[in-house]
């Protein structure tokens, strides 16, 4: 069982930036997994942000944060990361990250095993 552990959230201008962390523990090596972020708004489904392989070399990003989003991972500290730049008010919500066991495709919620509890991000205009 793997446990995830996000942070870095918080409140920040239109324009901003924000890095997200998110730390595990438990389960296999961190770099079985292929990993994840997420968020979902207010009022709206949960949709896909970016992911990226077990040992950093490939990463997909949704088409709304490519050029301004970065994902990254430090498997010797066992931790993913979301650097988030020119932020928009549109990229409001809550932020989790995931880890999926290696099956399925890696832009879709439901093949993920393992989920954090969210940080919040607000971005204001």
């Known amino acids: 069982q793997v446990q995830l552990v996000e942070s870095g959230g918080g409140l920040v201008q239109a324009g901003g930036s924000l890095r997200l962390s998110c730390a595990a523990s438990?389960?296999?090596?961190?770099?079985?997994?292929?990993m994840g972020w997420f968020r979902q708004a207010p009022r709206k489904e949960r949709e896909f942000v970016a992911t990226?392989?077990?040992?950093?070399?490939?990463?997909v990003y949704t088409d709304s944060v490519k050029g301004r989003f970065t994902i990254s991972r430090d498997n010797a500290k066992n931790t993913v990361y979301l650097q988030m730049n020119s932020l928009k008010p549109e990229d409001t919500a809550l932020y989790y990250c995931?880890?999926?066991?290696?099956?399925?495709?890696?832009?879709?919620?439901?093949?993920?095993?393992?989920w954090g509890q969210g940080t919040q991000v607000t971005v204001s205009s």
């Open positions: 990226i392989s077990r040992y950093g070399a490939n990463t």
């Open positions: 438990g389960g296999r090596t961190f770099s079985s997994y292929p």
């Open positions: 995931a880890a999926n066991n290696g099956l399925g495709s890696l832009t879709l919620d439901y093949t993920y095993d393992y």
